[in-house]
């Protein structure tokens, strides 16, 4: 019955059914003896679904003509295409990004932002390039849109991130396809809480305008964690003197930064030196938005910028997700302690939700089995363990790395 490209479709995303896993272990032994570590989603330290007052008293505010009707374009209302800009680039963006054309379209999440520019910029046959730990909806979309998928390793043996090989990966498929599409997803990368150095982005850069020279190349930058960094985010610096068939869509998402997963609010951000390049982007984005969920909540998109482009709710917004960040840096700094303490090997990690924990022993289902026995609930990856930080309040972080550790040896 099924079309001849929907066969063989089926999502291998097992997070949700472990997090029911989690749900029915703490039913079972109470709350206080189970470790759910599953789900990228903010918990506080009394182990409730973190909210921001800010977002909430402003969610509340809008009227109900706002929340209920449709948006007034299918690219997003004006106000909020705004707020991106700024909210990403400053006041001063056009400034900040002289020589470049810009342009935003608003999506359901940052998974709608990734879905349309996977879409429209993939041959039939292509291969994206993914890093080789990665959220993995990445290579569903990569299938629903008719592309494959190759990966370029992470890091290289001193734990920073693998330019050697970013640039063999690169080049190697710059020589065969048309169009290349890789993904970076910096700062706060998920699964492992890397970030890259200036330097190294600086370095990336280099690399793609070199490869500018086989094929088109179309840099996604998937920022999805941008506000847990520990170091200052600079979006602009990297993209002066950037080639004409060098596309850099930045997907933008307000699910963690708001704390606010389910109003599915994100947009692409298109930059590039060519004003033709740019007009591309937004014709076709437009086309697809159109023909898959034709607009977005206007409600979401509005609590966005009325927070964004007045200073005082701004202000406030950024001492709330401060306070997150610092829930989250005193859990990750226990952890990463006792894990020097007791010897338990992770993936270099800098900031955000997750941190990685390789594992060499046993399979992934005894893996799996072993830390359900002890009643700590993570996603499994190839190979290593995805613990989601975000969702594990405090107190229950003591001890964890010992745990894992005995689990895995
Ligand atoms: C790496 C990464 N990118 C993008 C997203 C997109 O989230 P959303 O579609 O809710 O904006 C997620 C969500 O978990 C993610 O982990």
């Given at each position: 019955m099924l079309a001849e490209h929907s066969i063989?479709?089926?999502?291998?995303?097992?997070g949700f059914q472990i997090a029911k896993n989690a749900k029915l272990a703490s039913d079972k032994y109470g709350q206080e003896k189970v470790i759910n570590g599953t789900l990228g989603i903010f918990y506080n330290d009394n182990e409730e679904m973190h909210t921001l007052n800010i977002v909430d008293s402003e969610y509340r505010n809008i009227s109900d003509k706002d929340i209920f009707n449709y948006a007034s374009n299918i690219g997003g209302e004006d106000l909020f295409v705004q707020a991106v800009k700024e909210y990403l680039f400053g006041k001063n963006y056009k400034q900040n990004l002289e020589n470049n054309f810009l342009e935003v379209i608003a999506t359901p999440g940052g998974s709608g932002a990734l879905f349309n520019t996977f879409k429209n910029y993939v041959n039939p046959g292509e291969s994206i390039l993914l890093p080789?730990?990665?959220?993995?909806s990445y290579k569903i979309m990569s299938k629903e849109v008719g592309g494959e998928y190759e990966t370029y390793s992470l890091f290289n043996e001193k734990g920073e991130f693998d330019l050697i090989n970013f640039k063999k990966s690169v080049i190697k498929l710059a020589k065969i396809q048309r169009n290349l599409i890789i993904v970076l997803n910096n700062p706060?990368?998920?699964?492992?809480g890397y970030t890259l150095t200036l330097s190294e982005l600086k370095e990336v850069m280099n690399i793609l305008k070199e490869a500018c020279s086989l094929c088109n190349i179309i840099l996604i930058n998937d920022?999805?964690?941008?506000?847990?960094?520990n170091e200052k985010n600079n979006?602009?610096?990297?993209?002066?003197?950037?080639?004409?068939n060098l596309l850099v869509v930045i997907t933008f998402s307000m699910s963690k930064s708001l704390c606010?997963?389910?109003?599915r609010v994100g947009a692409q951000v298109a930059i590039s030196p060519s004003k033709e390049t740019i007009e591309n982007f937004s014709d076709a984005s437009l086309h697809t938005c159109r023909s898959i969920w034709s607009n977005i909540p206007k409600g979401g998109m509005i609590l966005f910028s009325n927070i964004i482009l007045n200073q005082k709710k701004y202000s406030q917004l950024l001492v709330e997700q401060n306070n997150m960040k610092d829930m989250l840096k005193n859990r990750t700094d226990i952890f990463l302690r006792e894990s020097i303490d007791v010897n338990l090997e992770i993936l270099?990690?800098?900031?955000?939700?997750f941190i990685t924990i390789p594992f060499h022993k046993y399979s992934n289902k005894e893996i799996e089995e072993r830390l359900n026995f002890e009643n700590i609930f993570a996603i499994i990856l190839p190979g290593a363990i995805r613990l989601a930080?975000?969702?594990?309040p405090k107190y229950k972080i003591y001890g964890l790395a010992q745990k894992i550790k005995n689990v895995i040896s």
């Open positions: 063989n479709k089926k999502v291998f995303d097992n080789n730990y990665m959220w993995s706060c990368h998920n699964p492992t920022i999805a964690y941008m506000d847990f960094n979006f602009t610096q990297l993209y002066n003197d950037i080639p004409n606010s997963y389910g109003l270099p990690y800098k900031s955000g939700f930080i975000c969702s594990i």
